[in-house]
Structure formats: structure tokens, C-alpha cells
């Protein structure tokens, strides 16, 4: 199935931060809440929940500069992302946090058919060097901060972070501010020290690494992708841990991930409406038209030629 992309203004954040409540938004595709809540004038805390029922892409137009460190912790399932000042597209896996500084907002994140449950604390840049500073540790992240250089660093999560990131995602009432203040400030000296420790040396799970070069293969290649053993022996690894990877952290196939990558590329091309619906199966990698068009009605449920007719009205003028 092509992935169905929705629009995320981030400017809800800040909306949800005034209202002190949940945004929440239910498409057919999909359903999920944004809470946010400013701590105190330094640190917010995100908490975003989802339930996908198909591949949805959630498209960040912001382009506004950004000085700001997001501390993100995931509790759900695996998460695909680009943001557009980091050098390639990353994965979130499942129970792993992050520590992540880009200057812009801008990017996309990509989810399979599956719940998510992320937490984010965003801080100033400032706050981040002075807690560095302080405690002597991570020599290199300090000097990419002041330099102002994107990068993420990224590490299972433990169970005392999971515990007080639980009680923070708690809402914030008069009876418990005091506290949600004294923790937050806790968790980040925390999540710093478990992070930059060890001479501040950027640690990865090798699950994510191994998709990351998994999926940039496949989405280059997805016309005529390489069979699992090529991929596997591209990437590092054995054919069964390559499918557990997929399995695991997108509850997905490397086949059913092929089709994804062809559908929404054959959607993009056909709502162009330039271009015959033979020309956009061998695009997509198809040199039968008829199979084309029956991996299309499998997975979007109509014929291309349907597709392309809907489109074509939606955009008739009156």
C-alpha cells in the first residue's frame, strides 16, 4: 500500500502547549494525539500517541531556524524519519532514546501499521552545554553544539529513564508541577550523562544501522530491487536477521516494503497526470502493465485507470 501523507504543522505544538490539552486527529488511515506541556520557561514536554491502520507519512513543512536539543525517548514501535539538516534518513527504533540538535524542523516521519508512543523533552541549546560543561563529559558533542552541527546519538533506553519518563508523561496538575519540574531537570542530567559517557562516542543499535542501509538500498532501488541474500550481504548481515529486522521494527515484510515504495511512487506519477498508466508501470518496475495494475487494485484498492479518473475530476474545474 502507498503510504498516506498528511500534512504536520508544528505549530500545534504550540497551540496544544496554550490549551494545556490534547490535539487529536482521526483520519481513515490513521488516529493520534499531540500533548504538550511547558514545564517551566526552559523545558516542554511532548507526548505523541498513535494508532496506524495503513503506512502513513506525517510531512513537516516548517522551515523557521530551530536552536533547540529534543531528547526523544520511543516507547512504542519503530519509527522512520528524515529531518532534512541531518546527513540521511534515520530509524527510531523501538524502546531506544535519542538525543538529537538540528537547526531546522523540517522532515518526515513514516509509520508502519502499528501503535506509537513517543516522548520528547525539548530544551535549549544552552541549557544542554551548560549540563556539559558541568559535568566535563562529551568533549565532541560540545563542540558540535557550539558550532550549531545537526546530529543525533542514539542508545537502548534503560528502565529508570522509561520510569521517570512514565511519570512525566502523567498530565501536569497544581498538585503534581512541582515535582513534574524537579524531574525533568533529573531526566536530562540523566539521559546526558547516559548518552555522552565514554568519552562521547555516538552509540547505535546494530538493528538500525543494518536497516537504515537496508532501506536507502531498497528506496533507490525499489524498481528492481536486489533479492534478500544480495541485501542482506550488502548490508552486513544474514537473511534471517534482515527479515526479523523488518518484522520486528516495522511489522513488515522487505517484500511488502518493495510494494510500499512502488505504490506511492506510482500514486506520485499518476497524480501528475502527465503520463500513460504503461509508462508509470515500467517506472515503478513493472514491465507487464496488467500485473501492474493488479498490485495497484491489491493494494489501493482500484485500477489504476480508476485512480488516475478520480484524480483527474477532483481537479476538473467547476
Known sequence: ???????????????????????????????????????????????????????????????????????????????????????????????????????????????QPQASLLFALQIPRSLLLEYIDIMQIGEKTKRRLERREPFI???????????????????????????????????????????????GRSHRIDSSEGLEKAIAILDKEFMLPPTITQLSRRVGTNETSLKQWFRKEFNTTIHQYVIQQRMTKAVELLSVGAFPICHVAQEVGYSNPGHFAAAFKKELGCKPSGYLSSNQNQHALP
Open 1 to 111: 500500500m502507498a503510504y498516506y501523507t498528511l500534512p504536520f504543522n508544528l505549530d500545534l505544538m504550540e497551540e496544544s502547549i496554550q490549551t494545556n490539552g490534547n490535539m487529536v486527529f482521526e483520519h481513515t488511515n490513521c488516529e493520534f494525539s499531540l500533548r504538550c506541556n511547558r514545564l517551566n520557561k526552559e523545558v516542554t514536554l511532548s507526548l505523541f500517541k498513535g494508532n496506524f491502520y495503513a503506512p502513513t507519512q506525517l510531512d513537516t513543512p516548517d522551515k523557521t531556524e530551530y536552536d533547540a536539543i529534543t531528547i526523544m525517548l520511543n516507547l512504542g514501535n519503530a519509527v522512520y524519519y528524515q529531518i532534512d539538516s541531518l546527513n540521511s534518513p534515520k530509524i527510531f527504533p523501538s524502546h531506544s532514546i535519542a538525543l538529537c540538535y538540528s537547526n531546522t524542523r523540517t522532515g518526515l516521519c513514516r509509520y
Open 153 to 199: 546519538i542514539m542508545k537502548p533506553a534503560n528502565a529508570p529513564l522509561c520510569r521517570i519518563a512514565s511519570k512525566l508523561s502523567e498530565p501536569m496538575s497544581q498538585s503534581n508541577a512541582s515535582i513534574h519540574q524537579h524531574l525533568s531537570y533529573s531526566f536530562i542530567s540523566d539521559v546526558t550523562r547516559y548518552l555522552l559517557e565514554n568519552n
